[in-house]
């Protein structure tokens, strides 16, 4: 049962264009009106995490308003750099975007799962920005991956990337030179090239761009108009896929 001071403060907040000013109070008012409140809480421990759940909607819809509006201002640097890979269907309906690192479990969770959406699609437009967070092992197969981009081509990027999200071995001259052998590459012109200032210059700019989006982990997706956050199992990007497309 509320007490007087307690009733009259939920009928003040039930009322259009009333409020309680705890500042009227007198000391003992509000000492009262605090034990009450306290009491009342204790006795209904859900109303806290009710007023949690809606602090946190709104907090999340107020991120997402920001990063939408993020996506709109860096959106030609995002889905049209001039530099990323980009796989999948180049015509798709839907674009996905990937910041990655290789050395990121949760990257190498989602990889198959994502290469398995937009196979099964057939109508996504992938592209993976190279990320390098996680130390000089995942900046160390960044430059190697860019490095086969560069003086390769595309396919050959696709197959490395592939590779290199599997490599459980630490990424060093011997293993990137090992791996650029097995695909079928010039492993001395691709360890050579990973320290040129082209290769520098990509990571670099991928790296602005996410300062600029105010990414800090990875996997971190851009689809279309919204920024997700971290790994999504399968079944919700098929879910936010078929949203997007009304």
Not at 154 to 177: G, K, M, P, Q, T
Not at 216 to 244: C, H, I, N, W
Request: aromatic content about 6%; charged content about 25%; hydrophobic content about 45%.
């Amino acid at each position: 049962m509320k007490t007087p001071i307690l009733a009259a403060a939920f009928a003040a907040l039930a009322l259009p264009g009333q409020a309680m000013d705890i500042g009227q109070m007198s000391d003992e008012e509000r000492a009262i009106f605090r034990e009450e409140v306290r009491a009342y809480l204790l006795d209904n421990p859900e109303v806290i995490m009710e007023a949690v759940a809606v602090l946190e909607e709104r907090q999340a819809a107020g991120q997402a308003a920001q990063d939408m509006t993020l996506v709109q201002v860096n959106a030609d640097d995002i889905f049209n750099d001039g530099y990323s890979w980009v796989g999948g269907n180049p015509e798709g309906d839907i674009t996905l975007v990937e910041f990655v690192d290789y050395r990121c479990g949760y990257c190498r969770r989602a990889h198959d799962e994502v290469k398995e959406l937009v196979e099964s699609d057939g109508n996504i437009r992938l592209i993976v920005k190279e990320f390098p967070i996680l130390g000089e092992a995942s900046t160390q197969s960044s430059r190697f991956a860019i490095a086969v981009k560069q003086l390769s081509g595309a396919d050959a990027y696709h197959a490395a990337n592939d590779a290199l999200i599997r490599l459980r071995s630490d990424a060093n001259a011997r293993s990137l030179r090992k791996l650029a052998t097995s695909l079928g590459l010039d492993a001395d012109a691709i360890l050579a090239h990973m320290d040129s200032a082209d290769v520098t210059n990509e990571i670099q700019k991928t790296r602005e761009l996410a300062q600029r989006l105010q990414i800090t982990g990875t996997p971190t997706f851009v689809m279309q108009d919204d920024m997700l956050r971290g790994y999504l199992p399968l079944e919700q990007m098929r879910e936010l896929v078929a949203s997007k497309r009304g």
